[in-house]
Each structure stands twice: as structure tokens, then as C-alpha cells.
């Protein structure tokens, strides 16, 4: 079956680290996105792309990056990884201009 | 931008009782959709429904476009049914503005 899949699924890192979580995507949709979920302010959007070689910022954007180099994965890179980035992020995707977007399982990373 | 707005924050219900989650947006929307997330974390899509009424069992849900919000029917409620309902909108754009969610308690 056709699938949206986040790795890992928990992830401890240290100040200052550089880490990359994974997105994968099986539907060959055009459009994905990351969101980060913390308590008190629901899921914010910090990166999306609508196709290969495309991507933009979203509402807290800084201290993330993101890279499109093919149709199925988009991954979240944290630069230097602050406590401030500690939280859960999401990855989606979806398909066209008016469509359903899909969720990932989630990536629970904690910033020590 | 688009803000979303839903109400009410909490609810708690005995199991078998029917409930209704509100969703008001403050602008033209071409996306809405209402997403469960159960006590593992789990987003589950319920309802893609950018106007007009849909209905999967138990659960049902009406958006009215032209006044700008959506609501969330939960019918005969179960345990299970119990987490966090979240309304997604999107406008112009492909990408999805979150409300803050209801958190929903069903107690047997």
C-alpha cells in the first residue's frame, strides 16, 4: 500500500548537533510538508514544497532547511539543534491543488 | 493569514452521548478537513470537506463555505473516540493552517 513514513520515530540529540529527519512518501504526490506540534499552539507549518526542486518557508521556518531533490522524500534538517526544537514534527503530503493531505506517524525529537 | 478558531477547547461526555466540535475560519477556504489524533499521537484523517455534508458511521460533518465554518458531528460516543479533533484549512494555497483543537474525554 501506498504510504507516508517519518525516521525515526524518537530521536535524542545534543545542543548545537546538526540532524536530519526523514520523510518518505509512496503516492507520488507533488506537494509535501513539515509541522511541528507543541503544547499550547497545535501544529505549525515550518516547510513545504510543491514539487522537485521547489520549497518554502512556513510559519516558523527558522533554524530549519529542507531540500526537494526527488518526487518521495523531503527531508527536515535542523541546523544547530536548539532546546527551543524540541517537539514533535509531522511530515504530509498531498496531491493537486484542492486534496486531502496525509500524515505521517510523527518524529518525537527532544534537544538536551 | 487564515485563523482558525474551534470550539469548545475541552469536552467530557459519558460513553452513548452524542457531541458537536466547531470550527469557525476567518477567510475563503479551498481545503478543510477534520483530523482525529488518538492517545498514541496519530494524526487519522475523518473528513476531507471543503463544503456540503459527509457522513462515515458514527460521525458526520457539514462545512458552510459562504459562512465560514465547519462542524463535527460524533454520534453515540465510545471510549475510543476519545483524543484530540483537530480542523485544518487551507486557502489559495496547497497548505494547511491548524486549528487549536478540541480535546474530547469519554469516560465509560
Known amino acids: 500500500d501506498a504510504e507516508i513514513t517519518q525516521s525515526p520515530r524518537h530521536k535524542i540529540t545534543e545542543t548545537g548537533r546538526q540532524v536530519t529527519l526523514a520523510c518518505h512518501q509512496t503516492w507520488n504526490h507533488n506537494n509535501m510538508f513539515w509541522y511541528r506540534q507543541d503544547l499550547g499552539h497545535g501544529l505549525r507549518l515550518i516547510h513545504y514544497s510543491y514539487g522537485v526542486q521547489d520549497t518554502n518557508k512556513g510559519e516558523v521556518s527558522d533554524g530549519y532547511s529542507v531540500s526537494r531533490s526527488n518526487t518521495e522524500d523531503l527531508p527536515l534538517t535542523l541546523e544547530s539543534a536548539a532546546s527551543s526544537q524540541t517537539s514533535v514534527y509531522f511530515c504530509?503530503?498531498?496531491?493537486?491543488?484542492?486534496?486531502?493531505?496525509?500524515f505521517g506517524q510523527g518524529t518525537r525529537l527532544t534537544v538536551v | 493569514g487564515i485563523q482558525v478558531e474551534q470550539s469548545p477547547p475541552d469536552l467530557i461526555l459519558q460513553e452513548g452521548a452524542n457531541s458537536t466540535l466547531r470550527c469557525n475560519f476567518s477567510d475563503s477556504v479551498n481545503n478543510l478537513q477534520w483530523f482525529h489524533q488518538n492517545p498514541w499521537g496519530q494524526l487519522i484523517n475523518l473528513f476531507y470537506?471543503?463544503?456540503g455534508t459527509k457522513q462515515n458511521g458514527r460521525l458526520s460533518a457539514t462545512t458552510v463555505a459562504t459562512e465560514r465554518y465547519s462542524l463535527l458531528y460524533i454520534s453515540s460516543s465510545q471510549t475510543t473516540d476519545s483524543g484530540v479533533y483537530f480542523c485544518?484549512?487551507?486557502?489559495?494555497?496547497?497548505?494547511?493552517?491548524f486549528g487549536q483543537g478540541t480535546r474530547l474525554t469519554i469516560n465509560p
Open positions: 470537506i471543503p463544503s
Open positions: 485544518a484549512v487551507g486557502g489559495g494555497a496547497q497548505k494547511l493552517v
Open positions: 504530509a503530503s498531498s496531491v493537486g491543488r484542492r486534496a486531502e493531505a496525509f
